[in-house]
């Protein structure tokens, strides 16, 4: 399905990305040198290379494998549009899947004896030589869901013009982060990447281009203060996070534009690969503090600040801090570039290629857990599954969201509750070790479900059609209305698993 969509109140984007919709598996392999395909001048664009069905058949997970028949090379929209017209039409139609930068962990962008689509292959070729084009009145910007959001940042800024709601990673394409809502410490305020999009063009499993749209807005922000605040007391340490989100007007002078919590445990260093941000001269004495209490709690707060008000930003970050019950003598504080404090994970990705630790399994668990629930959740889970396998090294999120900055029409499940936390397990592992970290997933899962805590998963993964149907809920039927819509014969997407389990 290609995408296109208008971003954030004077940001537009125009987005290639395939969603939700997935497929039946096909009975026999697609004829990539079928004279139907070659007559709508495909088959120059359709790849059986070794290296590239191999690259197609893998993503950042690293525990699912999928060989697709053939990945194709599109150059425009347009040949998409023909690969889908072709399937359609076929007596046994092939499943097809868009691959943007391949950071998907279950196997989400796969398929399986059909067409991987590169969407990467589109980059600069789109809008005269550019997928990211600003407007001349600079109130929007045009850009391919093929296209970067590193690359989306420094285009936009050169206009004194930037998105409001990102993904900790940059290194992630437009269209990828959308099809699945697009979160991290801005949603709070702004909502997800998908509740700041204006206008959005797509193509639907009959090949159709369509139009779609909502709203909202973008600014620009020179530089950062960023602060990280360590608690020993999770009620404290939620107590706080929800009294800051609570103060997310724009006139609000103790506003905050980022905000996430995440876990310190005992792995060697409170740093890890997302971001190095602790003095070293202070590593001992946090060291010391999570080996006191097992789990120490940090909380990562930013307010934006240009040149306008650069000499008030301090006065107006001691308000924002008064009152939090944070350990006295644990706030650690400083200033850095807009850019720098968005792109902070970038070199801790070069870091860990260069030790041949980037392309690993990755066996992530990402959660959205209602507010009520959320102690129950840190007791059952970080204090006891957590703690007690011993075996979780890398980061571990979890910090508040407003359910009102969310649209409910989106395909995305959340807890019904106004104020719900995401909880995210990153984990890295070998390639003989995924296993203990999938249990410990499954333990999670059991746990919460024993208890009754209203979990959701975020980036779903499931293996029945009952397990989905639940995880829909409510939203079952018309989501089920909308796949039969657009996409009757279940063409796209088959990596999700959704409409051929059973």
């Given at each position: 399905?290609?995408?296109?969509?208008?971003?954030?109140?004077?940001?537009?984007?125009?987005?290639?990305?395939?969603?939700?919709?997935?497929?039946?598996?096909?009975?026999?392999?697609?004829?990539?040198?079928?004279?139907?395909?070659?007559?709508?001048?495909?088959?120059?664009?359709?790849?059986?290379?070794?290296?590239?069905?191999?690259?197609?058949?893998?993503?950042?997970?690293?525990?699912?494998?999928?060989?697709?028949?053939?990945?194709?090379?599109?150059?425009?929209?347009?040949?998409?549009?023909?690969?889908?017209?072709?399937?359609?039409?076929?007596?046994?139609?092939?499943?097809?899947?868009?691959?943007?930068?391949?950071?998907?962990?279950?196997?989400?962008?796969?398929?399986?004896?059909?067409?991987?689509?590169?969407?990467?292959?589109?980059?600069?070729?789109?809008?005269?030589?550019?997928?990211?084009?600003?407007?001349?009145?600079?109130?929007?910007?045009?850009?391919?869901?093929?296209?970067?959001?590193?690359?989306?940042?420094?285009?936009?800024?050169?206009?004194?013009?930037?998105?409001?709601?990102?993904?900790?990673?940059?290194?992630?394409?437009?269209?990828?982060?959308?099809?699945?809502?697009?979160?991290?410490?801005?949603?709070?305020?702004?909502?997800?990447?998908?509740?700041?999009?204006?206008?959005?063009?797509?193509?639907?499993?009959?090949?159709?281009?369509?139009?779609?749209?909502?709203?909202?807005?973008?600014?620009?922000?020179?530089?950062?203060?960023?602060?990280?605040?360590?608690?020993?007391?999770?009620?404290?340490?939620?107590?706080?996070?929800?009294?800051?989100?609570?103060?997310?007007?724009?006139?609000?002078?103790?506003?905050?534009?980022?905000?996430?919590?995440?876990?310190?445990?005992?792995?060697?260093?409170?740093?890890?690969?997302?971001?190095?941000?602790?003095?070293?001269?202070?590593?001992?004495?946090?060291?010391?503090?999570?080996?006191?209490?097992?789990?120490?709690?940090?909380?990562?707060?930013?307010?934006?600040?240009?040149?306008?008000?650069?000499?008030?930003?301090?006065?107006?970050?001691?308000?924002?801090?008064?009152?939090?019950?944070?350990?006295?003598?644990?706030?650690?504080?400083?200033?850095?570039?807009?850019?720098?404090?968005?792109?902070?994970?970038?070199?801790?990705?070069?870091?860990?290629?260069?030790?041949?630790?980037?392309?690993?399994?990755?066996?992530?668990?990402?959660?959205?857990?209602?507010?009520?629930?959320?102690?129950?959740?840190?007791?059952?889970?970080?204090?006891?599954?957590v703690l007690e396998r011993n075996i979780t090294t890398g980061p571990v999120l979890v910090y508040p969201m407003n359910r009102q900055k969310w649209d409910d029409r989106m395909s995305a499940v959340i807890p019904d509750e106004e104020i719900f936390y995401t909880v995210g397990f990153l984990h890295s592992s070998g390639f003989d070790?995924?296993?203990?970290?999938?249990?410990?997933?499954?333990?999670?899962?059991?746990?919460?479900?024993?208890?009754?805590?209203?979990?959701?998963?975020?980036?779903?993964?499931?293996?029945?059609?009952?397990?989905?149907?639940?995880?829909?809920?409510?939203?079952?039927?018309?989501?089920?209305?909308?796949?039969?819509?657009?996409?009757?014969?279940?063409?796209?997407?088959?990596?999700?698993?959704?409409?051929?389990?059973?």
């Amino acid at each position: 399905m290609v995408m296109s969509f208008q971003f954030p109140a004077y940001f537009t984007a125009i987005f290639i990305i395939t969603r939700v919709m997935s497929i039946m598996k096909i009975s026999k392999p697609l004829d990539v040198h079928h004279k139907d395909i070659r007559a709508v001048d495909l088959a120059t664009k359709l790849s059986v290379d070794p290296s590239a069905i191999e690259s197609a058949s893998r993503d950042f997970g690293g525990i699912v494998k999928a060989e697709p028949e053939a990945v194709l090379h599109p150059s425009a929209p347009q040949d998409i549009a023909a690969l889908i017209k072709f399937s359609y039409s076929n007596s046994v139609p092939f499943g097809i899947a868009a691959k943007g930068h391949g950071h998907s962990v279950r196997g989400q962008a796969m398929a399986e004896n059909g067409v991987v689509v590169d969407m990467r292959s589109m980059e600069n070729k789109r809008r005269n030589g550019t997928g990211i084009r600003v407007s001349i009145d600079r109130l929007y910007a045009d850009v391919g869901g093929e296209q970067l959001w590193i690359d989306v940042l420094n285009a936009t800024l050169e206009y004194g013009l930037a998105p409001v709601s990102w993904t900790d990673y940059l290194y992630l394409t437009v269209g990828g982060t959308l099809s699945n809502a697009g979160i991290s410490g801005q949603t709070f305020r702004y909502g997800p990447q998908i509740s700041n999009v204006l206008e959005m063009d797509v193509i639907t499993g009959k090949a159709d281009f369509l139009t779609c749209s909502p709203r909202m807005n973008s600014e620009l922000f020179y530089a950062v203060k960023w602060v990280r605040l360590l608690y020993d007391d999770f009620s404290s340490f939620t107590k706080d996070q929800e009294h800051l989100i609570s103060k997310n007007g724009r006139k609000d002078k103790s506003a905050l534009d980022y905000l996430e919590g995440s876990l310190l445990m005992d792995q060697g260093s409170p740093d890890n690969w997302r971001s190095s941000f602790f003095p070293h001269k202070d590593h001992p004495k946090i060291i010391s503090l999570i080996t006191k209490h097992g789990i120490i709690y940090c909380l990562e707060i930013v307010r934006h600040y240009d040149d306008r008000t650069k000499h008030t930003v301090d006065k107006e970050m001691k308000q924002v801090l008064h009152g939090l019950n944070y350990m006295p003598g644990f706030m650690f504080g400083k200033d850095v570039g807009y850019e720098e404090f968005l792109n902070r994970v970038r070199s801790g990705e070069l870091k860990l290629k260069s030790q041949g630790l980037w392309d690993v399994p990755h066996p992530w668990l990402n959660l959205f857990i209602p507010k009520s629930q959320i102690s129950d959740f840190n007791n059952g889970v970080f204090r006891g599954i957590v703690l007690e396998r011993n075996i979780t090294t890398g980061p571990v999120l979890v910090y508040p969201m407003n359910r009102q900055k969310w649209d409910d029409r989106m395909s995305a499940v959340i807890p019904d509750e106004e104020i719900f936390y995401t909880v995210g397990f990153l984990h890295s592992s070998g390639f003989d070790t995924w296993e203990a970290f999938e249990d410990q997933n499954k333990d999670i899962m059991r746990f919460c479900n024993k208890t009754g805590i209203m979990v959701k998963q975020y980036l779903p993964h499931y293996s029945t059609k009952e397990e989905w149907v639940h995880h829909f809920g409510s939203k079952w039927k018309v989501f089920q209305h909308r796949k039969y819509q657009f996409d009757p014969r279940m063409l796209l997407s088959p990596g999700q698993r959704i409409f051929n389990n059973n």
